[in-house]
């Protein structure tokens, strides 16, 4: 099976000591960046709400975006992701045969890249695939690429003999790929703490993306191939509870604060 999850916007930029692969999309990373560059900075700042600071840093990432970037500048794709999602993926904890395995299994979904793999070398940006960027495709990162993510993923699905993908992805990112292009069973795992306040269980923005990626390293780990074994994620206190599950949309619940 395949897994996608959302990039982040933190950055751990750390140099790490692996091989990097090069993006599938890059031209079209390119081909953004560009585009990215030539807004000002008050049309960068609203573009994703940024502060004057951010908004400054990423107009001098764009601006440094390299068509041809050398090593030292880049880093793998999800070792450099930081976020709340990273957290519970814990990349830089997986050893050589997990990360082998997550290369050809585990696609992040990205505004600027498509589509990475764990090791492909990205550069500093921040975009957001709910950018409102004008393109020649489009109004929206969403017109620019939906039909080439369905694409991408059909065709990496098919090489690995597969037709189901699991969506730890946020709806933001996995809105930017076409369903009706898209010709994988998707499953769509939630995650939701209890409060015991009688309200019943509810999603907790943090805890949730957190366990997007902890179900994403649960899949590496245990070289998941059957659907029917996504059910006995347990990890970090939850489980899979039928009565508040549908169809390809499992919902895993645990007492809330974990312990």
């Not at 990423?58 to 070792?79: E, G, H, K, M, V």
Request: charged share 25%.
């Amino acid at each position: 099976m395949l897994v996608v999850i959302s990039p982040a916007k933190r950055l751990d930029w750390a140099e790490r000591d692996v091989t990097k692969t090069e993006p599938a999309f890059q031209e079209d990373a390119v081909r953004l960046a560009k585009t990215a560059r030539n807004l000002t900075l008050g049309n960068l700042k609203g573009l994703m709400d940024l502060s004057d600071d951010l908004a400054r840093l990423n107009r001098d990432r764009f601006a440094a975006f390299s068509d041809d970037p050398s090593r030292d500048i880049t880093r793998p794709a999800a070792l450099a992701f930081a976020g709340d999602t990273y957290q519970g993926l814990e990349a830089t904890s997986l050893d050589a045969p997990d990360m082998a395995w997550a290369q050809d299994h585990l696609r992040i979904l990205s505004g600027l890249y498509g589509l990475l793999r764990p090791l492909d070398a990205i550069q500093p940006y921040r975009l957001e695939m709910g950018s409102r960027l004008k393109t020649r495709r489009g109004k929206t990162l969403y017109d620019y690429w939906r039909d080439g993510l369905s694409k991408a993923l059909n065709a990496q699905a098919d090489a690995l003999g597969t037709d189901v993908l699991i969506n730890c992805a946020s709806q933001e990112y996995f809105g930017a790929v076409a369903p009706k292009a898209l010709k994988l069973r998707v499953i769509t795992p939630s995650f939701m703490e209890d409060k015991d306040d009688g309200k019943g269980p509810r999603i907790v923005s943090f805890f949730a993306k957190k366990a997007r990626g902890a179900m994403a390293r649960y899949v590496i780990q245990n070289r998941l191939q059957d659907p029917q074994d996504v059910l006995q994620f347990g990890e970090g206190g939850y489980a899979y509870e039928p009565s508040l599950s549908e169809a390809d949309r499992p919902v895993f619940v645990r007492p809330y604060p974990a312990s």
